[in-house]
């Protein structure tokens, strides 16, 4: 009973995770339709979240604004974006009105009746806002939770390294780098990777002695990575360490047999102790507890393997920045975002990932779920994520999709003559058979995974 309760309220969370990050990403990119329609005052006759029959309705002036019951997109109806939609209706009232009101109503304007700049501005703005939105995410993001900061700078020394060959040992301290004080693990991290294959020296604290020690920063082979206490930092909702009765803050002493001394290893034996059950022994408050963990199998795109986990981060520190390097933060993550997924469009396209990591619906509502069960925070940074990826596919040059009407508006502008009201159905015809075909194949992906 208490299984299928868990897993009901695991399900709920997933949808209602999906639903957000659907409802703003489809949200935000239709009002860049809308908004920008309305500035050139062409009136916009329908605004719907979800396609199907309306759930909620509501009309505000020309608009007729909907919810409906089928969430999966939306879409924005600019008036005369169908092909010859204001002749015809000039037509009828010219039969039931005087000529002085058919003038009025020709004086309407529409979205074919608009300059090619305008129309594209409209489409290109649907794309336009979900990537600038991601920033605004970000900003409220990193200014309301602060930056996560490794704040351990004791060290661990691989041997046969750079640092080994240097005289660094293990639980030594870094103090400065090149003569600059470092505070936290992240400085020390960009400081090293800006003197690449450069000899600097290292300052150490060993034993309460100072020390400097001369290296050279080859990142490949630099062997040093901080030693971070086995104490637990947030803990995933419904994961293994928290069905435990883990809590954030404890401090692992023993897994099976074995005394743990650092974060990493720790999380060496969970990594290969995936469906394998661990006795964990923890210190809570001065009490000794203990309990049997099973990790569960987690795919690890970095290592491209299945590992072990049980849902628990290590411990990072909160540093709360200011507003002027909170945007500058945003807008070089958002731009790092933008790139990556860029490059792996690309990579795509070529063949160098496989076309079966694709993800659709479902792996996105898995995502969201789990990156809820992390926290708000981290289902805003998926929810960032999730917008930018909207707004780059939907600028692919299909028809159907906005890259596919710039496309077509650029070919009509070149021609100087618009495309009959028949070809552009069977353009859009086409290009929703395409649509049609990648949905199957994306959800056959999410399906088979």
Do not use: C
Not at 95 to 110: C, F, L, N, Y
Not at 202 to 226: A, N, Q
Not at 430 to 438: E, N
């Amino acid at each position: 009973m208490g299984k299928r309760k868990g897993e009901k309220h695991s399900m709920l969370v997933t949808i209602l995770a999906f639903l957000f990050i659907l409802a703003f990403s489809v949200t935000i990119h239709e009002f860049g339709h809308f908004l920008i329609a309305k500035l050139f005052k062409i009136p916009v006759e329908k605004f719907s979240i979800g396609y199907g029959p309306p759930l909620i309705r509501k009309k505000i002036g020309e608009t007729d604004f909907r919810i409906a019951y089928f969430p999966l997109g939306g879409y924005v109806k600019i008036a005369g974006e169908d092909e010859g939609e204001i002749t015809q209706k000039n037509t009828e009232h010219t039969e039931k009105k005087s000529r002085e009101a058919t003038e009025e109503i020709r004086d309407v304007p529409g979205f074919y009746d608009a300059p090619i700049y305008k129309r594209v501005l409209i489409v290109l703005s649907g794309p336009l806002f979900n990537i600038v939105s991601a920033v605004f995410v970000f900003i409220a993001v990193i200014g309301i939770y602060g930056m996560l900061i490794n704040p351990y700078m004791r060290i661990e020394v691989e041997p046969d390294t750079a640092a080994d060959y240097a005289g660094l040992i293990t639980r030594d301290s870094i103090v400065s780098i090149s003569g600059l004080m470092v505070n936290d693990w992240d400085e020390a991290s960009e400081i090293l990777a800006a003197r690449e294959g450069k000899t600097i020296s290292i300052g150490l604290m060993r034993d309460r002695t100072y020390l400097e020690k001369e290296m050279l920063i080859k990142l490949d082979s630099l062997g040093i990575v901080p030693l971070v206490p086995p104490i637990l930092g947030s803990l995933k909702l419904d994961g293994p360490a928290q069905k435990a009765g883990m809590k954030t803050g404890i401090r692992i002493l023993q897994i099976d047999d074995v005394k743990i001394d650092s974060w990493n290893q720790m999380i060496e034996i969970v990594r290969e102790s995936r469906n394998i059950p661990l006795r964990f022994v923890w210190e809570e408050r001065g009490e000794i507890k203990e309990a049997e963990i099973t990790p569960v199998p987690f795919y690890d795109p970095l290592s491209e393997d299945t590992i072990g986990q049980i849902g628990a981060v290590m411990p990072l520190e909160r540093r709360h920045l200011p507003l002027t390097d909170v945007v500058s933060l945003s807008v070089q993550r958002s731009g790092e975002v933008l790139w990556l997924t860029l490059k792996t469009l690309y990579q795509l396209i070529v063949g160098r990932i496989s076309r079966r990591s694709i993800g659709g619906p479902i792996a996105i509502a898995q995502l969201s779920g789990e990156s809820a069960r992390w926290g708000f925070e981290n289902l805003l940074g998926l929810l960032a994520i999730i917008s930018i990826n909207l707004g780059l596919i939907n600028l692919f040059p299909i028809p159907a999709l906005d890259g596919g009407h710039v496309v077509i508006s650029m070919i009509e502008a070149t021609r100087k003559k618009r495309f009959s009201h028949r070809t552009r159905l069977i353009i859009q015809q086409v290009g929703y058979a395409i649509i049609l075909l990648l949905v199957i194949f994306i959800t056959f992906n999410d399906i088979t995974r």
